[in-house]
């Protein structure tokens, strides 16, 4: 059974900068996809980053271009998200996704597993 385990959320200052979690279980992912996704109060849920395990390809959607960074530990099955220059308009709940597939997708629907989500809130 595929577990993923977000951690990292909280309250941040804008301009200020978080890291977000991702503990993987119950597989070997080297043929998955691994992606983060977040959704606002009242808005679909959005594509952010995607990261192909084996190889390391990174993808990246138009809000995190520049200022996110998705990447992984293999020793720790952990996937992270680094969020830098933060807006209040980043605020939302952040979700860790599985694609047991390895090819890179931005819609929620083609992946497989998710996490409960991490909130991550920042004041102007």
């Known amino acids: 059974q595929v577990q993923l385990v977000e951690s990292g959320g909280g309250l941040v200052q804008a301009g200020g900068s978080l890291r977000l979690s991702c503990a993987a279980s119950?597989?070997?992912?080297?043929?998955?996809?691994m992606g983060w996704f977040r959704q606002a109060p009242g808005k679909e849920r959005e594509f952010v980053a995607a990261?192909?395990?084996?190889?390391?390809?990174?993808y990246y959607g138009d809000s995190a271009k520049g200022r996110f960074t998705i990447s992984r530990d293999n020793a720790k099955n952990t996937v992270y998200l680094h969020m830098n220059s933060l807006k209040p308009e980043d605020t939302a709940v952040y979700y860790c996704?599985?694609?047991?597939?390895?090819?890179?997708?931005?819609?929620?629907?083609?992946?497989?597993?998710w996490g409960q989500g991490t909130q991550v809130t920042v004041s102007s």
């Open positions: 990261l192909r395990w084996s190889g390391g390809i990174t």
């Open positions: 119950g597989r070997t992912f080297s043929n998955y996809v």
């Open positions: 996704a599985a694609r047991q597939f390895p090819i890179a997708t931005m819609r929620a629907v083609d992946y497989d597993y």
